[in-house]
């Protein structure tokens, strides 16, 4: 036994399996995208070298600059609004002293449900006739509103669905992180006189700093690969209005056939979601390790 454990050839039976599926299933894969992202494959003609020409096509239009606009939407949502949000749900949290297990699992499980569920039972929500914000809103006479039907509110419409999913997830971590620090120091705080909101915003706040950083920079992620939530309610539109890069890059690649622009597209987005998560790193994302 102990003479087999010795044979490098038994190190290598376990190894060469496992190189050979990452090869195959991500390396193959890649480099094949890069590859495409050059030609004009549709997956059924003749596959030409077309250059950079579907990377210039892409930057040269116009729906595809709607696209980007409305990732910086969802980034801007998710940052601006949805972050604080986590931070003071989860410091109400925090201060739960009964069924605080049941409130983590309430808000968490929402991230836990199928996008498709997701979509589905929001577009009932939104529903102008039989949606219960139709049915609330027509008790004070307001006629039904089109959520998902009108360029200037479909968007905001899956910005609230989708921060509706994720908001929960996010503030479990960010729950975890208020509670691993020990009770002493906010028992020292409230001797030295200092109210709730003080230690909240001056102790608490400061000492997760690292997770909040953790936070901000997946909801960035979050919100460059945002696709299933829009395919699902509204398909990017009307008229383009919820279009994101991602749901153009699906449907020119997967709807129109245009697989090799759909992969140089791909290549953008992740280039993209790249130097905004690399410039938040260097600027903003920089947080010292605390120790209690």
Partial sequence: MKNTLKNPVVYLLFIIPTIAMYGLFFLYPMFSSLFYAFTNWTGLDETQFVGMSNFTRAFSDTNFHGAIINNMYFILFSVGLQVPLIIVFALLISNVKRFQGFYKTTVFIPSILSTSVIGILWSFIYDPDIGPISAFLGKFGIEPIYWLAESDLALIAILITNAWQWIGFYIVLVLAAILAIPKEIDEA??????????????????????????????????????????????????????????????????????????????????????VLTAIYQLTLGRTERIEY
Avoid at 191 to 208: C, E, F, H, K
Wanted: no cysteine; aromatic share 10%.
């Fill in 189 to 274: 705080a409230s001797i030295d006189g200092a109210n709730a909101t003080q230690r909240a915003w001056y102790l608490t706040v400061p000492l997760i700093k690292p997770i909040i950083s953790v936070v901000v920079m997946l909801s960035i992620a979050g919100a460059m690969r945002v696709v299933d939530i829009v395919l699902v309610m509204t398909n990017g539109g009307p008229f383009g209005s919820t279009e994101v890069m991602a749901s153009f890059m699906v449907n020119k690649a997967i709807k129109y056939g245009e697989y090799g622009y759909g992969t140089s597209l791909s290549i953008i987005i992740f280039a993209f979601a790249l």
